[in-house]
């Protein structure tokens, strides 16, 4: 049933219609309306699972740990300064091979301190072995926190779900909430490994050898390769069952363009727009939409980017003293391309700044006229 | 397209406001979007709400920059030239206020629509608290959308208080005052 709700509300409704057996939760803008709406649906039984009301972001993960190795489905979700908190557990739920689904939403990192959207907080985890997967709208929150389930469980990684602050999380638009019994049928009841009793409870984090060390990470590394494979899989037949799919990566209007735009999250929602436009105008500008960020669907981006020889990348985040994580990334997975390439990096939307149809045909100008492109990022403002 | 932006205060109910009334437009059949920028969420702080409204989905996520529409719950926040440098020429404002309509010489060039939704609210019991009324003077001004798909929104989204509600904002739909 459409209704119209915010990209928190939306969430919380996915998360629900899955039926966690554990919530463990801290509140933190912009995500707390997340646990406020799960906090209301455990007190009105329609949660069905437990809400654990944490003390901080760091003991939420460490609950949350224990709870997927009993077996159970475990949800949880942060933003920002809760993320970083966070960041000693999360290498812990990846090493543990949990399945916790985590909704994530991009808020900057202190300092300054400020609420808005900005992705380095999920980035910035990009190598704790979790997978990412970036959404642009309302919907595919939703969808994605469903699809995350069934992923996180086959392959037995943990996944965050990534929506930004406020153009997600507190923005309302017309949403469709699919009925408990279509979630029960596209979502098997939880089948986890119980590999914790927690009538017995004993120690689950082994000391290994230096071998062994590598050897646990090589699996998980194959894990990755293996949870790719199924993410695409699980899209695929979600757009079988909902009729909604998105891909790990998604392409538009790349068969006759002079210049491709890689971008990721809300962004691509208003290029979508602001490309249509260049093309009234006679400038024939691809899309490329990065939504699985890790694992890093390098195949499909170059199946898609091989031929092409001009790109420009946007980027709402930095690594400082390199550039936008996605340029970078973007570039790595290019580099054995045949054909030779010229990448720019823009950086637009950082701190939450606004990424309008204008600044995005900029940004677009700029490459095509461009004669040398730069290894460093351009900073792109408002006018 | 469609494009609103609310002004007040913090507790004036800016955001449940524009909430409300995207919600009108939904039972109304259109697609529309609702969003707001605030900070440290306290008392007396302006507060900015945005409403998008179209027939299909909307794609944009960006802030609006030309408001075809300007709904004001607080006539000291309104400043003649922002308001001309941001509203669109054939644009309409919405004030709530006690004033008379020669109070707001600049602004004749627009669309004015006057309403005291404050008083209206107190008459009718909800104290502080006339962003419904606001809204029913709005469903006047603009059109749409129909003054029973804002009930219909009241109904669902207001908290306490109900029928005095639903009274508020069918007395300042007809109190209305346009120039």
């Known amino acids: 049933m459409k209704q119209f709700i915010t990209g928190n509300h939306s969430v919380a409704e996915a998360a629900r219609r899955c039926r966690p057996g554990i919530v463990a939760a801290y509140p933190i803008t912009p995500q707390t309306p997340i646990y406020e709406k799960l906090s209301e649906m455990e007190a009105s039984g329609e949660l069905g699972g437990i809400m654990m009301r944490m003390e901080s972001e760091h003991s939420s993960m460490a609950a949350c740990i224990s709870a997927s190795l009993t077996g159970a489905r475990t949800f949880t979700a942060t933003s920002s300064q809760g993320l970083a908190l966070m960041h000693e557990m999360l290498h812990f739920a990846s090493g543990a091979r949990t399945a916790i689904v985590m909704a994530c939403v991009n808020r900057t990192l202190a300092l300054p301190w400020a609420f808005w959207s900005d992705q380095t907080d999920t980035l910035s985890q990009r190598d704790t072995g979790w997978m990412q997967i970036y959404v642009e709208h309302n919907q595919e929150a939703l969808d994605s926190v469903i699809q995350a389930f069934r992923i996180a469980e086959q392959v037995l990684l943990p996944c965050m779900v990534v929506l930004e602050a406020n153009f997600i999380s507190h923005f309302m638009e017309p949403v469709d909430v699919p009925s408990q019994e279509d979630v029960d049928s596209f979502l098997p009841e939880v089948n986890l490994p119980r590999r914790f009793d927690i009538d017995n409870p004993s120690y689950v984090a082994g000391v290994v050898s230096q071998s062994q060390y590598r050897d646990f990470k090589q699996l998980s590394q194959e894990a990755m390769y293996v949870a790719q494979e199924t993410a695409e899989k699980v899209d695929q037949e979600f757009g079988s069952f909902f009729g909604r799919s998105y891909g790990l990566v998604e392409a538009q209007d790349l068969a006759d363009a002079e210049l491709v735009l890689v971008t990721s999250a809300t962004i691509t929602s208003t290029a979508r727009v602001a490309l249509r436009q260049l093309r009234e105008k006679d400038h024939k500008i691809g899309l490329v939409k990065i939504r699985l960020f890790r694992p890093f669907p390098t195949e499909h981006v170059r199946k898609l980017l091989d031929p092409v020889s001009k790109i420009a990348v946007i980027d709402r985040n930095i690594s400082l003293g390199r550039e936008g994580i996605f340029c970078a990334e973007v570039k790595a997975a290019l580099c054995n391309s045949p054909v030779k390439k010229q990448i720019q990096g823009y950086l637009a939307g950082i701190g939450g700044t606004d990424v309008d149809v204008d600044l995005i045909q900029r940004i677009v100008l700029d490459a095509l006229s461009r004669d040398a492109f730069l290894d460093r990022p351009i900073w792109m403002k408002e006018e | ?179």
Do not use: W
């Open chain 2, 1 to 179: 397209m469609l494009e609103i932006r609310f002004s007040g205060r913090g507790g004036q109910g800016v955001v449940m406001a524009s909430q409300m009334l995207g919600f009108a437009f939904f039972k109304a059949g259109f697609y529309p979007q609702c969003f707001s920028v605030f900070g440290g969420e306290r008392r007396g702080a302006p507060v900015v709400s945005f409403l998008r409204i179209d027939q299909e989905k909307i794609l944009l996520k960006c802030g609006i920059k030309h408001p075809n529409e300007m709904i004001y719950l607080d006539d000291s926040l309104i400043d003649p030239q922002e308001v001309k440098s941001l509203l669109k020429s054939d644009g309409k404002i919405l004030i709530n206020t006690r004033q008379t309509v020669a109070a707001f010489k600049p602004l004749h060039a627009f669309t004015l629509g006057l309403v005291d939704a404050r008083a209206i609210s107190e008459q009718q019991g909800l104290g502080r608290t006339f962003n419904t009324a606001i809204l029913g003077a709005y469903c006047r001004l603009s059109g749409k959308p129909s003054l029973e798909a804002l009930m219909e929104s009241i109904e669902e989204m207001v908290p306490a208080k109900k029928k005095a509600n639903l009274a508020a904002a069918r007395q300042a739909y007809e109190r209305l005052e346009i120039k």
